[in-house]
Structure formats: C-alpha cells, structure tokens
C-alpha cells in the first residue's frame, strides 16, 4: 500500500495539456448568464446574491483548469467551503456551480500525482464542512463523495487511455526504426561490397594500367563517402529523436503500386520531375507514405472506382498526393500498423516535411505531403 501510494506522488504532470481555447470561454460564457438567471428564478436560494456572485466569480478557475489544476480546485472548493462557513449553515448553493466537477476532472487528468492527492483532500474536505456546519444529510454526503470520486475516475481514465496511447506509438516507433535500420545496414553492406570489389580490381590492374586503377579509387572514394553517410545514418535512425531513413524502395516502385491489388478502385501513378537522385531515406519514406494512403483509400473509401497518386520532384523537395473518389464521410479509421495519419505525420516530420490528409469538398479524401531532399541529412 505505500508503494503504492508513493508512486501516486511521484507521477508527473502529462505532458502537453491543451491550451486555452474557445470552448474554454464558451463554457464561462454560457454558464455565467444561467447562474444569473438561476438566481433570479429559484424563490427557494438562500442568499441570492452572494449565491450568484460567488458562481460568477469562480467560474474563470475553468479557464486554468488544466494548466493549474490545483490552485482552480483550491480556489473553488475553498471559496465554497468559507462562504458556508460565513452563512452559517445556509451555504449559498446553485446548481450551476455543479461546474467545479470540471475541476475535479482536471486535476486528476492533467496534475501530477502531489497535487491530484492534495486536490482530492481540499475537495473531499469541503463535504465534510458541509455536512458538519451546513447540515448535509448523510444521503447528500453520500451522493457528493461519489459524484466527486466518479469525476475524479473520470479523469484518471482518459489519462490512463492516452498514456497507453502514446507507448503504443512509441512502441511503433521503435519497431519502424529498428526496420529502417536494417534497411540501412543492406545499403551499407552492398557498398562495402562494391568498394571490396573495386579494391581487387585496382591491384589486378595497378602494374599494367595505372589509369583504370586510377578509376578505380575513384569509385572506391565515392562508395566510401556513400557508406560513411549512410552509416551516419544509421546511428541518427537509432536515436529516440533520429529522422526515419530507409533504403529499400526507391520513387520509382510507387508505379507498382497500380498493380499492387487486383481487385478495388483502379491506381493511376503520375511521376515527374528529377526522381532518380532522390535519397534513398527520403524516397523510401515516399514509398511507405503512398503505400498506405493507397492501402487506405482501397479499404475505407466507399464506392470509390479511381485512386490517383502524383509524385513530383524538383530541386529542393518531393511532393506526393494521393486522391480517391470515394463518398464523403467522417474521419478513416486508423491503420492499425501505421496509427493512420498520426503515423503518417511522424514519418514525414522527423524528415522535416509534413503530410496532411483530409476530405474534399466535393467527393473524395486527398493525402499530401511534402517531403525535403536535403531534410534526412539534418
């Protein structure tokens, strides 16, 4: 048990909580005038308006609720906790400051371990001044424990749910760079080969043509630099923070991906630009991103009869788009491999690219990303 308690305390805060945004003052907004109504309707509210100036002036503890989740409970649950204090035993109360139920949320969903205890205890300890200096029955005491405790649950729920999310994109992103990795190492080995190779023929021919043995360090020199490179690579592909290079698809074998299936909409490949010096990390990424629109376009676009892939390179980037023509619908699924765009996204950023996909106006879903030549290297 105080194993258990102590890793509760030591847990920290989860990483990224949303911003403050319109439907944050929405919520004030919309909660604020139903206070002020509340309080001129009920004829049975106790201090009407201390009730109401008391809701009004809390509600803005909503809008830090995630960044201080602490404090807003603090703030809240003691403020509510003194004015039964000051009332005596006739608490202000409206049914609109059910609102702190969002605090309760929150501070079990984004505060670390130390405040979501602390937090628990100002709330919990509200009801008990409650029900010994502003008679709550043992019923509402009951009710008030357990709705506070479900919203709590609530809160540790979805925050269980989204760090099993993110170890399980970790957990994806550690396969996929341990796959590239091997990827790599088959590029590297060919070309220690061809250096071997070339390093044989250069002393055949030495004594008897010093000119192909010249020609031959030239390729030995390029080779080499290739490896070194590539070798570069694979240590940066191993790091937490490495770009997802690959060798084992060049721009080209997009083109087969209009034979890839035999049955399902038709797969139209449209290729320009300069796409033979393309790097091999950067075009296999190319190929992973138009293989799984187009893996994704074949299963979930409705009635789709054509799916279009265009890659095009010039000097400074490679831009791929994948259109389908399918019926408009809500979000696709997510591909179990590849966590859908979210994956899609993390291979073409840790490039420096991006890759964007969403429905059409009209009809149909369209994938595009552009994809850096020179972003790999970084």
């Known amino acids: 048990m105080s194993s258990l308690l102590r890793s509760v305390r030591e847990e920290p805060r989860p990483p990224g909580p949303p911003p403050r945004g319109w439907r ?82 929150a501070l079990v969903r984004w505060g670390s371990g130390r405040e979501a205890v602390a937090g628990a205890a100002i709330a919990y300890a509200k009801v008990v001044l409650s029900v010994a200096f502003d008679g709550m029955g043992g019923a509402d005491a009951f009710g ?112 087969a991906l209009a034979s890839a299936a035999e049955s399902g909409p038709a797969v139209e490949v449209r290729m320009s630009g300069d796409l033979g010096e393309v790097p091999p990390p950067v075009a296999a990424v190319v190929y992973r991103l138009a293989q799984e629109s187009v893996t994704n376009a074949r299963r979930h676009a409705r009635r789709a009869t054509r799916i279009e892939v265009s890659v095009a390179a010039d000097d400074t980037a490679v831009r791929l788009r994948v259109r389908d023509d399918g019926e408009p619908a809500g979000p696709r699924p997510a591909d179990a491999a590849g966590y859908g765009l979210a994956g899609m996204r993390e291979r073409a950023g840790l490039l420096g690219g991006t890759c964007e996909a969403g429905p059409d106006p009209d009809r149909g879903w369209t994938v595009t990303a552009v994809l850096p030549r020179a972003g790999w290297a970084r």
């Not at 308006?49 to 603090?74: E, I, K």
């Open 24 to 105: 944050d003052w929405a919520l004030v907004a919309v909660l604020a005038p139903a206070a002020v109504l509340e309080g001129a309707l009920r004829p049975d509210l106790p201090w009407r308006t201390a009730s109401v100036v008391l809701t009004v002036a809390l509600l803005p503890t909503l809008l830090w609720r995630r960044t201080n989740p602490l404090l807003m409970v603090a703030i809240a649950f003691g403020a509510c906790g003194l004015a039964g204090l000051l009332t005596t035993g006739e608490a202000p109360a409206l049914n609109a400051m059910a609102f702190v139920l969002f605090l309760a949320y």
């Open 144 to 255: 008030a424990f357990a709705i506070l405790s479900a919203a709590m649950a609530a809160g540790g729920a979805l925050r269980y749910r989204a760090r099993a999310r993110q170890r399980e994109l970790e957990q994806a992103k550690l396969l996929e760079r341990e796959r590239l990795a091997r990827d790599l190492h088959d590029t590297v080995a060919h070309h220690v080969s061809a250096i071997a190779i070339r390093a044989q023929a250069g002393l055949a021919t030495a004594a008897a043509d010093p000119d192909a043995a010249t020609d031959a360090l030239r390729v030995i020199e390029t080779e080499a630099s290739r490896t070194l490179t590539e070798m570069r690579a694979i240590v940066r592909v191993l790091r937490a923070d490495g770009p997802p290079e690959a060798a084992g698809q060049r721009v080209g074998d997009v083109a």
